[in-house]
């Protein structure tokens, strides 16, 4: 029997960033007022093991910052503070996220011998003046030696977008998850961008000199960007920030915040399949959807709003969803009369 598995995580905010990107606060953003000491790595790791069950062999989890950034002896002091745990079979792994321009051989040995398997590069866009006005202070050809160079060494490699930043369009954000297809990452991870309160984007934004990306406008391209990497066997394995009391109580100030983002692309997702099924021939009719069992309630939409779309569209008298063993993302239908 495989072991069930669990990440405990360890927040570094803003260690080893060498610049500050108009939009991030990641304090807000993980609810950490420090980075990670080695005391506290020790300490997250013994919490989150007295949590888990029976059976479960956690991964160890750094986040925020960009860790490889960091001086080199303090990179060994937080991971050699794991390694007593990853020796013991006590943790199976451990993860980290940083830049790409952060990345070169002899950083990866490093990480090879403190048992790090998964390495997160923050990309965030393949469009040059994105990345300028965001004030990255990388390029897209730095992603792409990165990139290349974690998953020559071995590592699982997960790479991160934004969407909706400063000289982005969506046309800018396909292109990028086209190009991040070619540098085959496991996974991927989408953030749409907030307006965090005290950021440089925050102030552009109050002085009218950056229009928000919505909810709204997050919620269709995510669908169209999680199809490009689901045909290409990519895993979209996060879509939005994670929701903190922070930011739902006025850190984030505008922009695609929302708690279940994930869930309104899903719904958005199934929508676009249900049009492609229906006609002008289906006005007035009643219309049986068939999807794979759990998930009648991303198909009907949040409070059944797939529903009241498609009745306005098409002047359906109803529209109903039962659930039939096809494979995911796929919808049927039945005409009732």
């Known amino acids: 029997m495989t072991p069930r598995r669990s990440v405990i995580p360890v927040f570094v905010p803003h260690l080893g960033c060498p610049h500050r990107c108009v939009f991030c606060d990641q304090r807000r953003i ?14 997250a790791i013994e919490e989150g093991l007295s949590r888990l069950k029976p059976g479960t062999v956690p991964t ?14 303090e990179q060994k002091a937080l991971l050699g503070a794991a390694r007593p745990y990853l020796e013991a079979g006590k943790i199976r792994d451990i993860r980290l996220s940083t830049r790409p321009d952060a990345i070169d051989g002899d950083i990866l040995a490093l990480l090879r011998a403190y048992g790090v398997r998964t390495v997160e590069l923050g990309v965030q866009s393949m469009d040059e003046e994105v990345l300028r006005l965001a004030r990255r202070g990388h390029t897209p050809e730095d992603a792409e030696r990165a990139a290349k160079a974690v998953r020559d060494a071995g590592f699982e490699l997960i790479l991160q977008m934004m969407t909706g930043l400063p000289g982005d369009t969506p046309e800018k954000s396909l292109e990028t998850a086209r190009r991040f297809v070619s540098l085959r990452p496991h996974g991927v991870r989408i953030y749409p961008t907030v307006v965090i309160r005290d950021t440089p984007l925050f102030d552009l934004w109050r002085a009218g000199a950056y229009r928000e990306h919505t909810v709204e406008d997050a919620t269709q391209l995510c669908a169209v960007l999680c199809e490009i990497f689901d045909d290409a066997g ?17 850190g984030a100030a505008a922009g695609a915040y929302h708690p279940a983002l994930g869930e309104l692309v899903l719904a958005r997702r199934y929508l ?12 007035g009719k009643e219309v049986l959807f068939a999807v794979t069992p759990g998930r009648v ?41």
Not at 60 to 73: C, H, K, R, V
Not at 239 to 248: A, F, K
Not at 308 to 331: H, N
């Open 30 to 43: 993980s609810g950490a007022l420090r980075p990670a000491r080695p005391e506290d790595v020790v300490r």
């Open 60 to 73: 160890l989890a750094f986040y925020g910052g960009s860790f490889t950034a960091i001086p080199m002896e």
């Open 234 to 250: 990519i895993s979209v394995i996060r879509l939005g920030l994670n929701p903190t009391e922070e930011l739902s109580h006025g």
């Open 272 to 283: 676009t399949r249900e049009r492609a099924l229906l006609s002008e021939a289906d006005r």
């Open 297 to 337: 309630s991303a198909a009907t939409g949040q409070k059944r709003e797939n529903c009241r779309i498609l009745q306005d569209e098409f002047a359906l008298s109803g529209v109903k969803f039962v659930q039939r063993d096809i494979p995911d993302f796929t919808v049927e239908r039945v005409m009732i009369s």
